[in-house]
T-cell receptor, first 108, second 114 residues
Framework: DQQVKQNSPSLSVQEGRISILNCDYTNSMFDYFLWYKKYPAEGPTFLISISSIKDKNEDGRFTVFLNKSAKHLSLHIVPSQPGDSAVYFCAAGNQFYFGTGTSLTVIP | NAGVTQTPKFQVLKTGQSMTLQCAQDMNHNSMYWYRQDPGMGLRLIYYSASEGTTDKGEVPNGYNVSRLNKREFSLRLESAAPSQTSVYFC?????????????FGAGTRLSVL
């Protein structure tokens, strides 16, 4: 039973526009969430995280929003760049559950 | 700065063969992990080691054994490989304190079992 879900397997966005990647979780006890980025033939790399005591965390072009009542988080990338094309995984940190990933393609 | 190193990068096995996937980290991290990634399934935790000398089962441990040889090294063994174990395997490590939840991954081992 998938405890962290990413319902969109893929997303295409024009360069310069906003990319929004979504993630849902089932366990209200999860208190820390992370986003990882993965290029082909490489391991995932940490991108950004958020604690459940916050509802937003920003790092440059990347912002993660957390809606605890909806058990939902999202990653916003603004502006999107072709180098952002990768697979993005969300994860519940302290239990190490990962979503199935969303493949983002940024079209030049 | 090597980070997390996995060997081998690729391996083909016949059903019933055994092999050990090696992982080493040079970041002085306490915790280490083994995941498998399958299409449409994301990353699933096989085993983890919270500290040297301890190991615990993750979500999908059946068919695997692990050894935390020392603080740097964490190996994954397939005693009798099965086609269902065809996957990409990732090793990861994480540190202490405020960054304890952030995992650093190796480049992966692509395993095919025929």
């Amino acid at each position: 039973d998938q405890q962290v879900k990413q319902n969109s397997p893929s997303l295409s966005v024009q360069e310069g526009r906003i990319s929004i990647l979504n993630c849902d979780y089932t366990n209200s006890m999860f208190d820390y969430f992370l986003w990882y980025k993965k290029y082909p033939a490489e391991g995932p790399t940490f991108l950004i995280s958020i604690s459940s005591i916050k509802d937003k965390n920003e790092d440059g072009r990347f912002t993660v929003f957390l809606n605890k009542s909806a058990k939902h988080l999202s990653l916003h990338i603004v502006p999107s760049q072709p180098g952002d094309s990768a697979v993005y995984f969300c994860a519940a940190g302290n239990q190490f559950y990962f979503g199935t990933g969303t493949s983002l393609t940024v079209i030049p | 700065n090597a980070g997390v190193t996995q060997t081998p990068k690729f391996q083909v096995l016949k059903t019933g063969q055994s092999m050990t996937l090696q992982c080493a980290q040079d970041m002085n991290h306490n915790s280490m992990y083994w995941y498998r990634q399958d299409p449409g399934m994301g990353l699933r935790l096989i085993y983890y080691s919270a500290s040297e000398g301890t190991t615990d089962k993750g979500e999908v441990p059946n068919g695997y054994n692990v050894s935390r040889l020392n603080k740097r090294e964490f190996s994954l063994r397939l005693e009798s490989a099965a086609p269902s174990q065809t996957s990409v395997y990732f090793c990861a490590s994480s540190g202490q304190g405020s960054s304890k939840n952030i995992q650093y991954f190796g480049a992966g081992t692509r395993l095919s079992v025929l």
